[in-house]
């Protein structure tokens, strides 16, 4: 099993910034993909970035795309997303998640075996 316990969340204003660690513990996930979503109230939880498991291979939802960054250490057994240029549209509880294949798409969350509880980024206008 692997645990995944997101962090860095806050309150911001926009054009602020912000990283979100996502720390994995049970076993190592150097090997998985990992994912970044997030949900907004009311909405249905959206792709953001995602990451192979050697970080050579990114993927990002356009809303986001030269804004947000996603990197990993695998020595450390962590990913990071680095939110930059925040915007009011941007709320939303951010979950991190691991797919043990990563080989089919990565914007479904069906496809990830493992979710953290995530972390709430609230930006104010």
């Known amino acids: 099993q692997v645990q995944l316990v997101e962090t860095g969340g806050g309150l911001v204003q926009a054009g602020d910034s912000l990283r979100l660690s996502c720390a994995a513990s049970?076993?190592?996930?150097?090997?998985?993909?990992m994912g970044w979503f997030r949900q907004a109230p009311g909405k249905e939880q959206d792709f953001v970035a995602a990451i192979s498991g050697n970080g050579d291979i990114t993927y990002y939802a356009d809303s986001v795309k030269g804004r947000f960054s996603v990197s990993r250490d695998n020595a450390k057994n962590t990913v990071y997303l680095q939110l930059n240029d925040l915007k009011p549209e941007d709320t939303a509880l951010y979950y991190c998640?691991?797919?043990?294949?990563?080989?089919?798409?990565?914007?479904?969350?069906?496809?990830?075996?493992?979710w953290g509880q995530g972390t709430q980024v609230t930006v104010s206008s």
């Open positions: 049970g076993r190592t996930v150097s090997s998985y993909r």
């Open positions: 998640a691991a797919d043990r294949v990563g080989m089919f798409d990565p914007f479904t969350p069906s496809r990830y075996n493992y």
